[in-house]
């Protein structure tokens, strides 16, 4: 059996398929939005890689320390023997779990097929007895995983849960169980709730590299559809909703004016001073943690933060 192995389950022309309409639906509805998986093409991931090592940007070094001081735990806790990671990216953080883990099968699984391939020969070269088994796959969508040995360690980094809404999270979560057997454990990080200024200052950014990632959607868009949206013509705007406990990415139209997207036959006109959300990234407590993982099947059994309590790593367990 070949080391590295590449699944394609999406479509070829799934993401082209996917921006159309989460564009035509987005931005004919009121209030306006646009999902944050657009900002990621090539630019818009080289942009977020900034923003990962901006003093601002918390949670990518608060992940990482939990993970580095963790790993032990967690392999002991799991005795995991399959790995598998949705939108496992460049399996950067992830091979703190993979050194400490006694693992026989790396299963990353992202729609990125340049960056699967990637990270895994990467990780063979340095890890010559372990299996991966790449899955290109759109992890929201439903998701078919490869027979492999158990226990099984599924993990979803980055905070990346909070960018769906209670119920998109409630179905995700749902989604993951079936994916488990009993015993199987789910690693889930989460952005946890802090002072508003620490938040806003983390998705608004002295430097602006956080407004040039927002600003990308539109860029994607233009690229993608043959729209004329001018970035230069919207505002970043990062706000904290205290009542939601989200924080909310918005581009807010200096003036009025009307985007064409050829593609759609689409005309959306904007007043000034409208608001186009393209993120919510929701902070999260322990109890809320727990309630909607047991919720999806799920028993929370450990719960690790960084030194400043910034972060959480949580395990739990599938009933």
């Given at each position: 059996m070949s080391p590295f192995l590449l699944t394609r389950t999406l479509p070829e022309d799934a993401t082209e398929?996917?921006?159309?309409?989460?564009?035509?639906?987005?931005?004919?509805?009121?209030?306006?939005?646009?999902?944050?998986?657009?900002?990621?093409?090539?630019?818009?991931?080289?942009?977020?890689?900034?923003?990962?090592?901006?003093?601002?940007?918390?949670?990518?070094?608060?992940?990482?320390?939990?993970?580095?001081?963790?790993?032990?735990?967690?392999?002991?806790?799991?005795?995991?023997?399959?790995?598998?990671?949705?939108?496992?990216?460049?399996?950067?953080?992830?091979?703190?779990?993979?050194?400490?883990?006694?693992?026989?099968?790396?299963?990353?699984?992202?729609?990125?097929?340049?960056?699967?391939?990637?990270?895994?020969?990467?990780l063979i070269a340095e890890r010559?007895?372990?299996?991966?088994?790449?899955?290109?796959a759109d992890f929201t969508a439903r998701l078919a995983l490869p027979d492999t040995p158990g226990p099984r360690l599924l993990a979803f980094l980055g905070g990346t849960v909070g960018n769906l809404l209670p119920v998109e999270r409630a179905a995700f979560l749902a989604s993951v169980r079936a994916l488990l057997s009993p015993g199987d454990a789910l690693l889930l990080g989460t952005d946890l709730v802090k002072d508003e200024n620490v938040l806003v200052r983390a998705y608004d950014d002295a430097a602006g590299v956080t407004a040039a990632f927002n600003?990308?959607?539109?860029?994607?868009?233009?690229?993608?559809?043959?729209?004329?949206?001018?970035?230069?013509?919207?505002?970043?705007?990062?706000?904290?909703?205290?009542?939601n406990e989200w924080i909310e990415m918005r581009l807010r139209s200096r003036t009025a004016q009307t985007v064409k997207i050829p593609a759609l036959d689409l005309a959306v006109d904007f007043a000034a001073g409208e608001e186009l959300r393209t993120e919510v990234s929701a902070k999260f407590r322990k109890e809320g943690v727990r309630a909607e993982l047991s919720a999806a099947g799920l028993d929370l059994a450990r719960w690790w933060t960084d030194r400043e309590g910034r972060f959480a790593l949580s395990l739990s367990v599938a009933r």
């Open positions: 398929a996917a921006l159309r309409g989460d564009v035509l639906q987005g931005l004919t509805r009121t209030p306006k939005t646009l999902p944050p998986k657009w900002f990621y093409d090539a630019h818009g991931s080289e942009l977020f890689e900034q923003i990962t090592e901006l003093p601002e940007y918390y949670p990518t070094r608060a992940e990482r320390e939990i993970l580095v001081a963790r790993s032990g735990e967690i392999a002991a806790a799991t005795g995991a023997r399959t790995l598998i990671e949705l939108g496992s990216g460049s399996s950067e953080k992830t091979r703190h779990l993979i050194d400490a883990l006694d693992l026989s099968t790396y299963v990353p699984v992202d729609v990125s097929e340049s960056a699967l391939t990637q990270a895994g020969h990467a010559p007895v372990l299996q991966v088994h790449a899955l290109i600003k990308n959607v539109l860029s994607v868009v233009d690229r993608e559809l043959g729209a004329d949206f001018d970035p230069a013509a919207f505002d970043h705007v990062a706000l904290w909703d205290a009542e």
